[in-house]
């Protein structure tokens, strides 16, 4: 009887109902996407970079590798790296040195990776390869400003002959950007006022979508000085062998050789997510506010139904309705119009992840069930909330006052 009557006065005032139901709908789809993106798009990051074969990454001191551009590290540390000991034993199997810079692909920007074709296997570990090759597959432009280099490490970019530059101006893509920006092996890319060739594209997965020979960016970007943003350090068998506690001591190791940062692969995602701890500060905040806006909109619903029918609640009493036969009356229709609402908004979740991930398809969007729990805990809490009041005026209504009331 409680959800029949509960039911028949929701549907009383459809469109008043409606708008309850809507505001319910969109603070619950807006929580569950917003979550969503932002741990989708951060853990695809993370699964991105975790997937490097190495164990350790050298940044500068002060920053990490979200946000690490240009080439702040010097020659100098890749043999310094290569030649760190723990308890006398070589530590260090590869020093990786990686240059960031930034290309618009695919609609949007792109964190581009310089990097030397030979290191290449490190990025790309077991994944296949869709269609192509690596860049310089040659070597020639390696080759060739390497033997233009002098003690130092530098040579003179007016020395390599257009020709020459031409064969280091190769790039090769992830297979999810190729399919987004429609790119195929062949294609050429306007990119640092050069013309670069789309020469492989690979499957997705590795930590940059974009891949360059890392000798390009330091001839345009570094007059040829062989400086880095940062060095991805594969650690030797033994000390794998040994566990993540010898890991550490390779990464403090590091730390005070170079006096540089050192980031273990394994707590990346970690780091990430407390990089953009803000991010999380702001969706609690949003939460809050969804949560009081839900409230709002049930409590004023479910006041008015309340003081429209005062008539027919003094009628109930006067036949015998208690005081709680009346409170969950109120819950139930206030309970009601949110759980619709929440309903509805999950569903609408999953519709805006397709449309988000159709129309901006690099983008992630995981709506995991944690996301779907909170969403339907705060829907509730607001149907609980909001019947609160009314509840309350339900129960002091006097009978004969109710009777009389027009």
Known sequence: MIHSLALANVFHRK??????????CMGVCMLIVMLGLSHGTLGEVADRVTSVGVELIVVPEGRNLIFTTGAPLSPKYKPMLEAIQVDGVPAVERAVAAYFHQIKLGGQEQRV??????????FLGDRRWVDGHVYDQSGRFKNSVESKRNEQGAYNPDAVADEEIQLGCEMVIDSRLARVGRYKVGDKVEYMGRTFTIVGIFESGPAGR?????QILQHFLNSGMPWSSAFFVKVTDAVRQRGEGAVRAVAKAIE?????GVIEKASYEKMLYESFSQVYVFINVFSVVVLIF??????LTTYTMVLERTREIGILKSLGAGRWFLIRQAMAEALILSGV?????????????YAIERFRPLMTVEVAPEFILLGLAVGVLAGVIGSLYPAARVTRLDPATALSFE
Do not use: C, N, Q
């Not at 469109?15 to 319910?24: E, G, M, P, T, Y």
């Not at 974009?210 to 890392?214: A, E, G, L, N, S």
């Not at 005070?256 to 540089?260: V, Y």
């Not at 309903?343 to 992840?353: D, Q, T």
């Open 15 to 24: 469109i008043r109902a409606a708008l309850s139901i809507s505001a319910v």
């Open 113 to 122: 990776f310089g990097v030397d074709r030979d290191d290449f296997k490190y």
């Open 210 to 214: 974009v891949f360059v020979p890392i």
């Open 256 to 260: 005070d050789k170079t006096g540089k």
């Open 294 to 299: 839900a409230v709002f909109f049930v409590l």
């Open 341 to 353: 609402g929440t309903g509805l908004g999950i569903a609408l979740s999953f519709g805006a992840k």
